[in-house]
């Protein structure tokens, strides 16, 4: 009886089963539909096994194969295969096969070929087959050339080559243009391609045929590529016009650098002139091209227009004026910007054809700039020999004097000029590093006098520290402040490398620097302020120098730039931003106080000493306490090169200096922090007195060391154990062991000696046994030892 029933059966009566029961009777119910899916299950799966097993077997076709050429593909390729096989049957026909065949017989032949290759498209394209007509069309193409090659070889044999070619391109040119232009024919693409092809060799042919020059070939050249030009800005087919590009390209890229040719090498007016006809006639080309197609084909444009201007000049003036000659023609060419006529695209090409050419002439004159900055480096060999003739001599002690470089003053000057009025940000630190790259060779340009040239730098250094002055109000940007602090410090180094030559200038450059930068520090402390330390202590040393002190006593006078520094610093405080900078010279200052006393050993220790009092001031501050370690190390050193320099060797002499110190400063660490570890307070300075002091007494034959380092230890021991300190204990007790273990070491020995062999390992295993038996005793009395010196500090 199933669940469904079974219910309905109780609820016709009146008895109403338990929840128990009726939960009985579902999971039943439950079972026996399980069972049943089951059995159905198992007969669909024999079912389906018997029908696929008495199903005939279907014969799967394989898989089409994927074309490996899409069949426009594969048509392309056959018509271009049989065209270029039926050009090539035709052109050994002409050669070779007809000379059997009379005049009348040969044209004929190839007449009637040619006329029904050039015939055969129209009826092919009324069938919609036009790639089979473009390939007929390049056959009957390359008929037309076959039919002018076999005029010439029947008829006009005696004709020049060359002119003839130039003819026969011209006339095929036409004809193909025509034949392209037809109502039928105007569907094919490849004719007035190549009419446009067979259009370039004309003039170019013709100028070779007539023994023109270098100039009527590039005349060919740059005419064929206006040409091209018009065809390109006309014509409104793609194919024509990319053809049409591409040999603008090529022809006027030949003929524009044929003229440069003829510009740069041309000995008269004439020549020059002509020169620049043909580059005008190249930058009308590429602005006409820029102007209707708004392409930034106009900085070629401009830039021809700058050599076609510049060339004539060139000849006429002396070579020193060539580069500001085509500079000018460059400058004169910013005019344009000025004409609203004028499409934005051509002068935007014209300006960067401009700024391209000023470019040029600046790099130009760098390399005087150069020279008159590295030049001076020669003086650093052979300081004080002598004043030179004049500033150029000064510059060029030792390189050479670049030729035809006189005006590249007047070329810095009209280039910065120009980025001054042009109004861009970037614009006006470069103009100012340009004016004063001006004014910095101005003077060897002039040759003027040795100290003419030292006081234009000068003025040229306090003339760039304007910028960065407290009431300076010319040039007021950060950038700008930048550039002038920068240039001010390559000015001055230059100033100081040329005052070199002789004693008074350079205590005269020195002087002026120093106070000039010291000047500066008011408003840009962190550039000029160490510049003004650095000048100082290069004066320090040349007052030493011209006063013919030793280098040891000169290092007094150079530490006074490192007490400047430090004083300088505490003015100003941690938290500006040329503390640092200032610290860091003073501190090469000080290095470099160091350096010329390393000689003189009692001298070394007094400068070493003075570092030490500076470096200690320093850490007076608050945000400066670990410079307290270097005063330290400073004031050690001072006092090991004292005693080296007395010859003391005492070990003691070199270890209580450090040892003093950091036991006093480890008792006030402690006082202000009593959990600090007595390791930490009082080990390094013990060890570092009580180690070298034990090796130096286990190599003493005499007794004084060893008793003397007995009594220490054992006063530290003591110490140690009544104040609970286990550092002082522990490194007491250690030492006063290991003394008194090399003061009885003889003894020992003796005693070894006159005992037998057997007696050592004995009282070895004597000891063991002891030790064995009270085993227990002995980890309490250790384990309480170690509680006890835990509770020490």
Not at 178 to 184: T, V
Not at 495 to 511: E, G, R
């Amino acid at each position: 009886m199933s669940y469904a029933v079974t219910r309905t059966t109780l609820r016709g009566m009146t008895h109403i089963p338990s929840p128990a029961e009726e939960l009985r009777l579902l999971d039943a119910e439950l079972r026996q539909l399980d069972a049943r899916r089951s059995q159905l299950l198992a007969r669909r799966g024999w079912l389906v096994a018997t029908l696929d097993a008495a199903r005939p077997r279907a014969v799967t076709p394989p898989a089409a194969q994927r074309p490996e050429a899409a069949p426009p593909r594969v048509q392309n390729v056959l018509l271009i295969l049989g065209g270029t096989l039926l050009t090539i049957a035709a052109l050994a026909f002409t050669l070779v096969g007809w000379g059997h065949l009379g005049i009348v017989g040969r044209a004929a032949v190839l007449g009637a070929i040619t006329v029904a290759a050039l015939a055969a498209p129209l009826p092919l394209l009324a069938r919609g087959l036009r790639s089979t007509a473009e390939a007929v069309t390049g056959l009957g193409l390359a008929l037309t050339v076959l039919d002018a090659y076999a005029l010439h070889e029947v008829a006009l044999g005696e004709v020049d080559g060359v002119g003839y070619t130039a003819v026969s391109a011209a006339a095929l040119a036409v004809l193909w243009t025509a034949y392209g232009l037809l109502p039928r024919t105007a569907e094919l693409r490849l004719p007035l391609p190549s009419a446009l092809a067979a259009a370039q060799l004309p003039l170019p042919l013709w100028a070779l045929a007539a023994d023109a020059g270098l100039f009527e070939f590039a005349a060919a050249l740059l005419v064929t590529a206006g040409f091209n030009t018009a065809v390109a800005l006309r014509v409104p087919a793609r194919s024509v016009r990319v053809a049409a590009v591409v040999a603008a390209c090529g022809m006027g890229s030949w003929g524009v650098l044929t003229a440069g040719g003829l510009s740069l090498t041309a000995t008269g007016p004439s020549a020059a002139a002509r020169a620049a006809a043909l580059l005008l006639l190249g930058a009308a080309i590429a602005l006409t091209a820029a102007w209707r197609t708004a392409r930034l084909t106009a900085p070629v444009g401009g830039v021809l227009l700058v050599a076609a201007l510049g060339g004539v000049p060139r000849v006429v003036l002396p070579e020193v004026w060539t580069v500001p000659a085509y500079l000018a023609c460059a400058i004169a060419l910013l005019a344009v910007l000025r004409v609203p006529s004028v499409p934005e695209p051509v002068r935007r090409g014209l300006a960067l054809a401009s700024a391209g050419v000023q470019a040029l002439a600046a790099l130009w004159a760098a390399q005087l700039v150069a020279v008159t900055l590295l030049g001076p480096l020669a003086w650093i060999e052979r300081p004080w020999s002598g004043a030179p003739s004049d500033i150029r001599a000064a510059v060029t002690a030792e390189v050479p004097w670049p030729p035809y470089t006189e005006t590249a003053p007047l070329v810095l000057a009209a280039v910065a000029a120009v980025l001054a009025f042009s109004g861009r940000p970037w614009a006006r630190p470069t103009a100012l590093g340009l004016a004063w790259a001006t004014a910095l060779v101005f003077p060897t340009v002039l040759e003027l006098p040795y100290e003419a040239g030292l006081l234009v730098a000068l003025a040229l250094t306090a003339t760039a520290l304007l910028p960065i002055a407290p009431t300076a109000s010319l040039l007021p940007t950060a950038p700008t402040a930048l550039t002038a602090a920068v240039l001010a410090g390559v000015t001055s180094a230059h100033a100081a490398l040329l005052a070199l030559a002789a004693q008074s200038a350079t205590l005269a450059v020195l002087t002026t620097l120093t106070v000039l930068f010291a000047v500066a520090t008011r408003r840009l402390p962190q550039l000029a302020a160490p510049a003004a330390l650095a000048y100082a202590t290069a004066l320090a040393c040349a007052i030493g120098a011209a006063a013919d002190w030793q280098p040891q006593h000169t290092a007094l006078l150079v530490l006074t730039v490192p007490v400047t520094a430090a004083l300088l610093a505490h003015r100003l405080g941690s938290a500006h931003r040329a503390t640092l900078p200032i610290e860091a010279t003073g501190a090469a200052a000080a290095l470099l106080a160091i350096g010329l006393t390393v000689t003189d050993p009692p001298m070394l220790a007094l400068v070493l000493a003075l570092c030490g009092v500076i470096t200690a001031a320093t850490a007076l501050r608050p945000d400066r306490r670990v410079v307290g370690y270097a005063s330290a190390a400073l004031f050690v050193l001072a006092t090991w090169v004292r005693l080296a320099a007395w010859e003391v060797g005492t070990p003691e002499a070199y270890t209580l200096p450090v040892t003093i110190p950091a036991l006093l400063v480890g008792a006030l660490r402690r006082r202000r922090e009593p959990r600090t570890s007595s390791w930490t307070a009082y080990g390094p300075g013990l060890a570092t007195t009580l180690l070298p002091s034990l090796i130096a007494a286990w190599a003493d034959p005499h007794w004084t060391r060893p008793l003397l380092l007995g009594l220490a230890a054992l006063s530290l021991t003591l110490l140690g154990g009544g104040h609970q300190l286990q550092a002082p204990l522990l490194l007491g007790g250690a030492v006063l062991a290991l003394d008194a273990l090399h003061e009885l070491s003889p003894y020992i020995v003796q005693v070894t000696d006159a005992l037998p062999r057997w007696a050592l390992p004995a009282l070895a295993g004597l000891l063991l046994l002891v030790l064995g038996a009270t085993y227990e005793q002995r980890i309490r009395d250790v384990r309480r030892m170690r509680e006890a010196l835990g509770r020490m500090n």
